[in-house]
């Protein structure tokens, strides 16, 4: 949510591959959240509202081979539909090329619409849903 600060994300660490590996993201995240490559962390507070965007965060190691995983983020600002966030789980600590995860997202409703179940995978005010999705 815009305004909100983020709770610290740290992304999979690679494994395998040659030599060590340096990590990048793209597109550059949103406005206020940074990527900091050396811990694979996501931090901050977003300042803008943004629709869902896709994101790559990829690892290469020192010949070049490189694996990938995709997300999405959401910055919402209606009042009405405030979340805050609660915790996360089952975020794997390493991941390997083609390898899915699925991760737990524990929001808590702070706003005045009332949350609704929609397609059994995500929990968000009636015509909108409010996701994170792993890749």
Request: hydrophobic fraction near 20%; glycine fraction near 12%; proline fraction near 15%.
């Given at each position: 949510m815009k305004e909100t600060a983020i709770t610290s994300l740290t992304l999979?660490?690679?494994?395998?591959?040659?030599g060590g590996f340096t990590?990048?993201?793209?597109?550059?995240?949103?406005a206020g959240v940074t990527f900091t490559a050396s811990s694979r962390t996501l931090s901050g507070k977003p300042t803008?509202?943004?629709e869902a965007a896709t994101y790559t965060y990829t690892a290469t190691d020192t010949d070049s081979a490189?694996?990938?995983l995709t997300f999405s983020i959401e910055v919402?600002?209606?009042a009405s539909d405030k979340a805050s966030f609660v915790s996360f789980s089952d975020v794997p600590s390493t991941m390997t090329a083609g390898e899915k995860a699925?991760?737990?997202?524990t929001m808590k409703n702070t706003g005045t619409t009332t949350w609704t179940t929609t397609a059994a995978t995500?929990?968000?005010?009636?015509?909108?849903?409010?996701?994170?999705?792993?890749g």
């Open positions: 999979p660490e690679a494994t395998g591959g040659s990590y990048s993201l793209s597109p550059e995240p949103p803008a509202v943004q490189t694996t990938s919402r600002g209606s699925t991760v737990t997202v995500s929990w968000g005010p009636p015509a909108r849903t409010t996701t994170r999705r792993g």
